[in-house]
């Protein structure tokens, strides 16, 4: 498999001057001989896979200067740079901007391509290039649709690590993500310890809050509740992307925080000085935002992906896999350092509920940094707050070293 | 008018031992004058319209023992006993529970009905007995659907003193409402303040959040994509139940606290020990109640009604109605002593906001008294910390003047 994605002309994209330049996504066929699947934690299984990865920076002689970058629900393997050909059917908008956390990851960045050989891997069950539910079914020659098996946090470690396989690469210096992203990251570090250097964890827990698991189930309903649904067969016909556009519109409020919303919009009204007095109308500049926001995630996801990633993150339980439900016990397993990161507005994934996950290591004996950034941009600060996250990443990744 | 509610037989419901017993909603027909219909602040106009409301004790000979109670969003002029005749059509499960503040409201109760004269008003637009979308346009002959009017809390403010007027009640002892409830009482204050003695407001502030906004933007939006909306002309076929059972299941969440929803159901699964792994089945104890609050929802609201009496909340802004944008300004208005109650937990009406009414209402120079409870109830607290809020009405209503 050629690692060619680095080997473009580093280009300074207008809103990224210090981008990595354009890359290639790769994709590495999994699990091909058909008589050993993958197997999944759920009792599924299936195989081949198809997985998109990218990575960014130059692999050492001795593979140890590798950083795997994790994505978030509706993230893809396109961290950084600008992608040279974004492929499928969902993904001309890639063309359009640099990767999802371009600011942490290029030549100085705080992930310093100078140094590290960065790699994200797009999640099974998404639609951004791994096999998921729209991937044609080579047994029906149709896309799978709801026959797609479920996938769970366990298997996306499982999947990271048969490609890290796959390159030669054994220990790696690093595992870093944000939100579900820190999930794998944290199930990365749990699933086979010795090979995890350094652990990074941002706006993420070792579970979701039950408010969480609500969310998580109104956006499914709304999926299922559009007529254009289908029981998820809806390929190639009309897309529901009605219901798809509630979940969004509601997840989005999830990421952000009253106080960010209240700054930048208030209760201002869009283009106008007084309201029109419309039920169905946009009146509000939030209702505005949300509507966009719907409208430009609806042409880039497939809404059963939507119903498995967010199933994933429902099942996910760190101290229920491997501490029968003692989050000290499972905490015991880790071996990484491990640098811990809330931010204070944050009621997705909440201070206290990062600040369990920090007591349960403390409580097993193990060394970690926790630092909780005052913040207004709710969830989204992992992605917004580049400054201090960067600071943070710089100094965390110092002196790493593999295994 | 006959006041005929309050006469019925006391009976010991099995839920409410200290019921008010039977009582009867009666309806008024308001506006009947076609040369004069009731003029609405968005600028439309409707008459006649037909209100619904019930009473309880008795009006003293003097007409000054009156208490106006304020019902939210999704409640009904059925605030205490047990409904004798519930009609219309969607209002067959008012005959298996007592009012919603039936805690509060009777003899010796609270707002004790051996003393006061309770009378809580259905809100126009909604669909249990006052007019709304699912009334008959005597015009057409067929249910208004989106052609009724847009309706604001002022609007309900005017048509509770029309209610009043009728009754030759001129000042009330005292109004009190929670959620919308506490808006329209201090609507009630703000617009006719020699009329009203004094105003408690529990769980409400003078504006929504821009994250109510938002909120409030995603259940319409689930309504409108539902495929049976039709415009909002679907009575007599099949009603959007789907989206209005998400926008229901998304406002639940914000009714309820994490911590409430976290010792209620955590991450239990429901009924087995070992998840089905199915997207679109139930697996938790959290799905299941949100469900199940949804399916019954359904069958007893209107979705128009649910569209009306969310943008009138969205609209309501005491601060630019009556002080130009200052909240201030807007408080000097009222005369009525005050009672302004929040709960620690509540994130739909939070106590930052309510103590931006009460520290206006302060710099006003208006007496007041404010109180934060401790509660894990979230934003149903006002409904479910019955003795908390029971003592401190009691202790209101101790001495309460009129005018």
């Given at each position: ?153 366990g ?32 199930e990365?570090?749990l ?125 996910y339980d760190a101290a229920l896999i491997w501490g ?6 499972a ?73």
């Amino acid at each position: 498999m050629s690692v060619d994605g680095d080997d473009g002309k580093i280009i300074e994209g207008p809103d990224s001057p210090s981008s990595v330049g354009w890359v290639s996504a790769k994709k590495m066929c999994l699990y091909g001989d058909t008589a050993n699947p993958l197997v999944l934690e759920a009792g599924g299984s299936i195989g081949p896979v198809e997985v998109e990865y990218e990575t960014y920076g130059e692999l050492s002689q001795d593979k140890d200067n590798v950083i795997v970058i994790c994505h978030a629900l509706t993230g893809d393997a396109h961290a950084a740079g600008w992608d040279r050909e974004p492929f499928g059917p969902l993904r001309e908008y890639r063309k359009k901007k640099p990767g999802w956390w371009n600011s942490m990851i290029g030549p100085g960045k705080p992930i310093d391509t100078n140094r590290f050989y960065a790699l994200c891997v797009n999640v099974l069950g998404s639609c951004y290039g791994s096999s998921g539910p729209s991937s044609i079914n080579p047994e029906t020659g149709r896309p799978y649709g709801l026959s797609f098996p479920i996938v769970t946090v366990g298997d996306w470690a499982k999947i990271q690590f048969a490609v890290l396989d796959r390159l030669g690469i054994g220990k790696v210096l690093a595992v870093i993500g944000g939100s579900m992203g820190g999930q794998i990251a944290l199930e990365l570090a749990l699933s086979e310890p010795e090979r995890v250097g350094s652990l990074a964890i941002l706006s993420a827990g070792p579970r979701l809050t039950t408010q969480g698991l609500a969310f998580n189930a109104v956006g499914r309903n709304a999926i299922i509740s559009d007529s254009n649904f289908s029981g998820g067969d809806y390929y190639g016909k009309d897309r529901p992307i009605k219901g798809l556009a509630v979940a969004r519109m509601m997840a989005q409020i999830t990421y952000l925080s009253e106080e960010s919303m209240g700054v930048k919009f208030g209760r201002r009204l869009r283009g106008k000085d007084a309201p029109d007095y419309s039920l169905t109308g946009i009146e509000f500049e939030m209702e505005s935002y949300l509507n966009y926001q719907a409208a430009s995630f609806v042409e880039r996801y497939d809404p059963n992906s939507y119903l498995y990633m967010t199933r994933a993150m429902d099942y996910y339980d760190a101290a229920l896999i491997w501490g029968g439900g003692d989050l000290i016990e499972a905490m015991r397993r880790i071996k990484a350092r491990t640098l811990v990161v809330s931010f204070s507005s944050d009621w997705l994934f909440p201070p206290e509920l990062l600040r369990e996950l920090v007591s349960a290591l403390c409580r097993a004996r193990h060394p970690l940094s926790y630092v909780n950034i005052p913040s207004r941009y709710g969830h989204d600060a992992f992605l917004v707050e580049t400054d201090a996250v960067g600071r943070l990443i710089r100094s965390f990744l110092k002196d790493p070293k593999v295994g």
